[in-house]
């Protein structure tokens, strides 16, 4: 008797759009093996329904998604190296799935990004946000980069507000998420935010099929031409930084709760 995997990923359809929910909240949403496979298989399942017009990602509990799992990829017996490169390849796979769907991806998002969560939020067509969002690319505070994901984010965000952050790790809001190029709307409220959706669901409703697969493959043209030579080239680079001392040093602290030995920050 085998068990049955928990259910980390519930998709609902009404009106033509299919809201995907990630429902892992204990670990922020991240993802885990469990968890990308049934993402992956929501994505395939709105994709192959003719009736479907859109797709809504959206989450429980205070987190969009933390990124990476790889302790639960440890915890299966994968090396950390081997538990990396696996995380890496579903990053991808998530994100191309997120570009190559024929229909418009609406990015639903209340509560923290980080990591792993921006490469969905930058693969996704439209992506709103409400009040008790935030955002920070912190990797660079752990001896990393966010090597795969600014494959997609590179091509939303612009050059100066990219050089910011990437390099700060400081944490910002849902607006200046939108001057950035990286959300397409702010959201004042949790009420708000359900409207702003609902509205451009509502406008995707009266695009034919075809219509829409042929502009959205406008808009990710450039992105997919070379994406997945990119997305290699910077996995190669990811696995060698987490390899290295300064990483394992920046992990070490921040599980830790303590500075890593290069911060010279007064704070």
């Given at each position: 008797?085998?068990?049955t995997p928990e259910t980390l990923v519930r998709t609902a359809?009404?009106?033509?759009?299919?809201?995907?929910?990630?429902?892992?909240?204990?670990?922020?949403?991240?993802?885990?093996?469990?968890?990308?496979?049934?993402?992956?298989?929501?994505?395939?399942?709105?994709?192959?329904?003719?009736?479907?017009?859109?797709?809504?990602?959206?989450?429980?509990?205070?987190?969009?998604?933390?990124?990476?799992?790889?302790?639960?990829?440890?915890?299966?017996?994968?090396?950390?190296?081997?538990?990396?490169?696996?995380?890496?390849?579903?990053?991808?796979?998530?994100?191309?799935?997120?570009?190559?769907?024929?229909?418009?991806?609406?990015?639903?998002?209340?509560?923290?990004?980080?990591?792993?969560?921006?490469?969905?939020?930058?693969?996704?067509?439209?992506a709103v946000a409400g009040p008790r969002s935030s955002f920070?690319?912190?990797?660079?505070?752990?001896?990393?980069?966010?090597?795969?994901?600014?494959?997609?984010?590179?091509?939303?965000?612009?050059?100066?507000?990219?050089?910011?952050?990437?390099?700060?790790?400081?944490?910002?809001?849902?607006?200046?998420?939108?001057?950035?190029?990286?959300l397409t709307a702010a959201a004042d409220s949790a009420e708000?935010?359900?409207?702003?959706?609902?509205?451009?669901?509502?406008?995707?409703?009266?695009?034919?099929?075809?219509?829409?697969?042929?502009?959205?493959?406008?808009?990710?043209?450039?992105?997919?031409?070379?994406?997945?030579?990119?997305?290699?080239?910077?996995?190669?680079?990811?696995?060698?930084?987490?390899?290295?001392?300064?990483?394992?040093?920046?992990?070490?602290?921040?599980?830790?709760?303590?500075?890593?030995?290069?911060?010279?920050?007064?704070?």
């Amino acid at each position: 008797m085998t068990d049955t995997p928990e259910t980390l990923v519930r998709t609902a359809t009404d009106a033509a759009v299919t809201t995907i929910t990630l429902d892992s909240p204990h670990n922020r949403n991240a993802l885990s093996s469990t968890l990308v496979r049934q993402l992956r298989e929501a994505i395939e399942a709105a994709g192959a329904d003719p009736a479907v017009r859109a797709v809504v990602v959206t989450h429980t509990g205070g987190t969009f998604c933390a990124g990476a799992d790889l302790g639960e990829a440890v915890g299966r017996g994968l090396t950390p190296e081997e538990a990396t490169a696996e995380v890496g390849s579903s990053m991808s796979s998530l994100m191309r799935s997120f570009l190559d769907l024929p229909k418009p991806v609406i990015a639903m998002i209340d509560g923290h990004v980080r990591a792993g969560g921006f490469g969905l939020v930058g693969a996704a067509d439209i992506a709103v946000a409400g009040p008790r969002s935030s955002f920070a690319l912190t990797e660079s505070r752990l001896g990393l980069a966010p090597s795969m994901i600014s494959v997609v984010l590179l091509a939303k965000m612009t050059a100066r507000s990219a050089g910011r952050y990437f390099l700060t790790g400081e944490t910002f809001d849902a607006p200046t998420a939108v001057a950035s190029g990286f959300l397409t709307a702010a959201a004042d409220s949790a009420e708000d935010l359900q409207a702003q959706v609902a509205a451009i669901c509502e406008s995707v409703r009266k695009a034919s099929p075809q219509g829409l697969a042929a502009s959205k493959a406008l808009t990710t043209a450039d992105l997919l031409d070379g994406f997945d030579e990119a997305v290699a080239a910077r996995a190669a680079e990811s696995m060698a930084l987490f390899g290295s001392d300064e990483a394992r040093e920046g992990m070490t602290a921040f599980l830790s709760k303590r500075k890593p030995s290069w911060d010279a920050s007064s704070s």
